[in-house]
């Protein structure tokens, strides 16, 4: 039997993921999110009522410890902003 330890600290979209291995960071609505796991890999999850999937995208290499999964998910929380900037815009636009 193992016995799993998580927290999860929510940011707005934001989310710090606690567990035994470390630190992770994951970024999305409800329902789905795209993040870097504590042992740099890097995935893409999401589900509702239950039924949940989670596909890794670029697995950890044991054999290569790189920047290169933080630098990744930094472009796609520097695009997320972007999007959301656009929308916020739009979203003035017509309600005022």
């Given at each position: ?19 035994k ?43 290569e ?32």
């Amino acid at each position: 039997m193992n016995i799993f330890f998580r927290k999860a600290i929510k940011l707005g979209l934001f989310r710090i993921n606690l567990s035994k291995n470390g630190a992770g960071i994951s970024v999305g609505p409800k329902g789905i999110k795209a993040g870097v796991s504590p042992r740099g890999g890097i995935y893409i999850a999401g589900g509702k009522s239950g039924v949940q999937f989670r596909h890794n995208v670029r697995p950890r290499d044991p054999k290569e410890i790189s920047a290169a999964p933080l630098a990744i998910l930094a472009i796609l929380l520097a695009a997320l902003a972007f999007f959301l900037g656009i929308f916020a815009y739009f979203l003035v636009q017509i309600f005022s």
